[in-house]
Structures are given as structure tokens and as C-alpha cells.
């Protein structure tokens, strides 16, 4: 079988050796045909360039199994372990972990891996009940969601617009789009009914009482 070893430490300071020496000898007992790699650095942020190559073989076919010395040395977070060994699932690769032991190779293995994905669905699950939990209760406070609402030059807007100005050219020359401008409109008529219309700039249209005048 064709085996990534993958070695990776957080510093420079640090040595692969004792990665290097357990994983050398795994795929000697096991007979594997090894590949390796290596990485140093740690965080989300921090790239492995050889972790990356490691999982273009491996979805290309050029591995059977991948190997690592601990969990932590392969996956940045539990989320990112649990989707990388779903892709080694659907790329009919597989993982060993030494120092936990995990071989998906074998029954037990299988079982751990199936404890791992449901634990990890459980937790995202978890975090989206929170998450709506923390919108919902922002809402009943009145905190505005989503992206910050763009400013609008109102006088100048209903000016443009009273002195004929179609909505398209007014958004265009405030730099918003006509959505925006709409919106803004739209909440400054509710807002202030009586002061929204012709003396701003936004036309108002007259309607007559059943007495016939105007109201």
C-alpha cells in the first residue's frame, strides 16, 4: 500500500524525529511503499503547504493510507479532522492515528471513526442552536442583522428626486443602488408621514373628502 506519513510541529524550534522514527516504523511492520511529508507551524491562519499536497494525492489516487502520529498533528480543530477523514472516506483512503490507536482499516477503527462523526454532527448541530438562539434574542432587542445599512443622503435624494430625477440617477449619483435608495425612502415615508412627502421632495398625492374638499 502507498503511504502519506504526515509530520508536522508547531515551531521551528521543535524536531519531526520522534514523528518521523514511530511512523518510519509503522509502515515498515506493515509493509507500506511511503510518501512523506512535512510541516511546521500551527493556527488557522498558518499555511501547510505539504498537508495540502498530501490530500491532492490522496484524492487523486496516488495513496492508500495516510498516516500521522497524533490527531493534533493532522487536523487543526475536531472539525477539520472529522471532514478530512470523510474525504478519505469517499476516496477509499485510509487513516491511521498511533498514538490513539484509530486504523479505519480495521472494525474498531470503523467504530471510532463512526463515534467521531456523530459526536462531530452533535456539536455543529449545537453551535447552530446557539447561534439562532443569540439572532433571535438580538431581534427581540431590536439590533439590526446583517450587513451594516449603507448611508443615504435623504435631502439631497428627495431634492434630486422633486427636481425630476429618476431613482436610477439619483442612486447612481449617490454611489448606492436604487434598492437602497427605495429602502431609505420607504422608511423615512413611515417614519415621518407628514414631513416624507412634497416638502422633502417626495410627491404627495392629494385625495378629497366626501365633502369635497381637500384633506
Known amino acids: ?107 474498531m477503527g470503523k467504530l471510532v471513526f463512526t463515534i467521531f462523526a456523530a459526536l462531530g454532527e452533535f456539536e455543529k448541530s449545537l453551535i447552530g442552536e446557539r447561534v439562532r438562539a443569540g439572532l433571535a434574542a438580538a431581534r427581540l432587542r431590536g439590533k439590526h442583522l446583517g450587513r451594516p445599512r449603507v448611508p443615504v443622503d435623504l435631502a439631497r435624494a428627495q431634492a434630486m428626486l422633486a427636481a425630476g430625477s429618476s431613482r436610477k440617477a439619483v442612486a447612481k449619483e449617490l454611489g448606492i443602488s436604487p434598492r437602497t435608495l427605495g429602502r431609505a425612502l420607504k422608511a423615512a415615508a413611515e417614519t415621518h408621514p407628514q414631513t416624507g412627502g412634497s416638502s422633502r421632495g417626495i410627491p404627495e398625492t392629494s385625495t378629497t373628502s366626501p365633502e369635497g374638499g381637500e384633506r
Not at 22 to 33: C, H, I, K, S, Y
Not at 43 to 54: D, I, Q, T
Not at 59 to 67: F, I
Request: glycine residues 10%; proline residues 1%; charged residues 25%.
Open 1 to 107: 500500500m502507498r503511504a502519506g506519513l504526515y509530520y508536522r510541529v508547531s515551531t521551528a524550534g521543535q524536531s519531526h524525529a520522534l514523528q518521523r522514527d514511530a511512523l518510519r516504523r509503522v509502515a515498515e511492520q506493515r509493509g507500506f511503499t511511503a510518501v512523506e511529508y512535512t510541516d511546521t507551524g500551527s493556527g488557522s491562519g498558518v499555511a501547510l503547504p505539504e498537508r495540502g499536497r498530501m490530500l491532492a494525492h490522496a484524492r487523486a489516487g496516488k495513496l492508500d493510507v495516510v498516516v500521522c502520529w497524533k490527531f493534533d498533528r493532522f487536523g487543526r480543530s475536531t472539525r477539520d479532522l472529522l471532514d478530512a477523514l470523510e474525504n478519505f472516506r469517499r476516496w477509499n483512503v485510509e487513516f491511521i492515528s498511533v498514538s490513539e490507536g484509530v486504523d479505519t482499516s480495521t472494525s
